[in-house]
């Protein structure tokens, strides 16, 4: 009972202590190129404190310019899906085992960023020389006053792959993007 | 490629009565028979909203009586062992190990993929109503969930079988949010000689 109500009063304090999102302008609907034509897949590690569950993320971008997103594990089975439009995201559908209230508001805030400024940096990326250090993509320190705390995204190109990470130091979450090559025909 | 043409081109009609039946006993004991079994396979995950397929890529290998191994090699290594009521996974270099009771999700996918590739469809019979089919070369078993915490996960789960040999062909995985999984099955090694290495995972 104790264990319980501990639960419960941390889920509360999670979700209160949530700040509200306030996205760049800029970055509402970025134009991505790579992921326009047809969707991009990334080998996705989802770490929460020291457990971790690994999948395929693959994400493309609609006509009006909102990005799209499936989370499923290596047997197909769906975690989460996803619409990032306006700097906001909709989890249009997420599975029984995360269905709860204050991990949709943790995902719905982090995929927001995540979609905002790192999925949405993947041209920037893939311009970049290989091998150099991971570029800060948010804070933006142009955005300084606006940005969140304790949440960091950061990419990279090696040997031609986009590695997009998020870190959300709060909530001990971080999840880690890196593109796969497009399927065999 | 002739048997998944003619999948697609001929009609299933249901088995009823003693035909279904005969049929659920051939499956049956032909499962009993099984002891190891090595396939290929390839997975064809259709993502409905992103209108996408994701294709992976790999092997699988059973042994008697409750060992399966996983090895996806596209479109990156991943490594799936359930032993002994434990499962392992490995990816990246990192391997993780726990009790498949912790994770009822898995637990039940492993005893669909074993009941599936083996044929022993009786053992899912008290988590799905099952209906048999056939189009006189294969055996389709149509699966849906008996209780709600399935149902969330599995809108309906189809297997098929030759109605030759009653060796696996596809196992098709449809979820309530109009996705769906396929697994394609070839190669197929029956009772071989499988080391008990193979199932040492670290």
């Known amino acids: ?185 | 490629m002739s048997v998944q043409a003619n999948a697609q081109t001929a009609s299933f009609v249901n088995l009823e009565g003693s035909q279904r039946e005969a049929f659920k006993n051939n499956l049956y004991s032909s499962s009993e028979k099984i002891n190891t079994l090595e396939c290929n396979f390839v997975q064809k995950q259709i993502l409905s909203m992103l209108s996408d397929e994701v294709v992976s890529k790999g092997t699988m290998t059973f042994k008697k009586t409750d060992r399966l191994l996983w090895i996806y090699n596209s479109p990156y290594e991943f490594v799936f062992l359930m032993n002994n009521g434990r499962i392992t996974t490995k990816s990246g270099g990192k391997t993780s190990s726990f009790d498949s009771g912790s994770s009822p999700l898995m637990k039940e996918l492993c005893k669909i993929m074993v009941a599936g590739l083996k044929g022993d469809t009786k053992s899912l019979e008290t988590s799905f109503n099952t209906k048999y089919l056939t189009n006189g070369t294969q055996i389709k078993v149509v699966m849906n969930p008996r209780n709600k915490s399935l149902a969330s996960v599995f809108k309906q789960i189809d297997l098929l079988f030759d109605a030759g040999t009653f060796i696996v062909s596809s196992i098709e995985m449809a979820e309530p949010s109009g996705d769906k999984t396929s697994i394609s099955v070839s190669n197929v090694k029956i009772n071989g000689t499988v080391d008990d290495k193979v199932f040492d995972i670290h």
């Open chain 1, 1 to 185: 009972m104790i264990k319980y109500l501990t639960f419960i009063s941390l889920a509360v304090i999670l979700c209160s202590c949530t700040p509200k999102m306030t996205p760049a302008t800029g970055l509402l609907n970025p134009m991505v190129p790579e992921i326009t034509v047809s969707p991009m897949h990334f080998k996705a590690t989802i770490s929460f404190g020291t457990n971790s569950v690994t999948g395929i993320m693959a994400v493309k971008q609609r006509s009006d310019l909102a990005i799209l997103g499936s989370f499923t594990n290596e047997f197909g089975v769906k975690g989460f899906d996803f619409i990032y439009q306006d700097g906001k995201t909709d989890l249009v559908y997420v599975m029984p085992a995360l269905n709860r209230k204050m991990i949709k508001k943790i995902l719905r805030k982090d995929i927001s960023l995540l979609s905002g400024y790192g999925i949405g940096s993947i041209g920037r990326l893939s311009n970049n020389k290989p091998g150099k250090t991971p570029v800060v993509l948010y804070p933006d320190p142009a955005e300084k006053y606006k940005t969140e705390k304790d949440i960091l995204i950061s990419g990279n190109s090696i040997d031609q792959k986009i590695i997009v990470a998020l870190e959300d130091f709060r909530h001990k979450l971080r999840i880690d993007l890196v593109s796969l090559p497009p399927d065999e025909e």
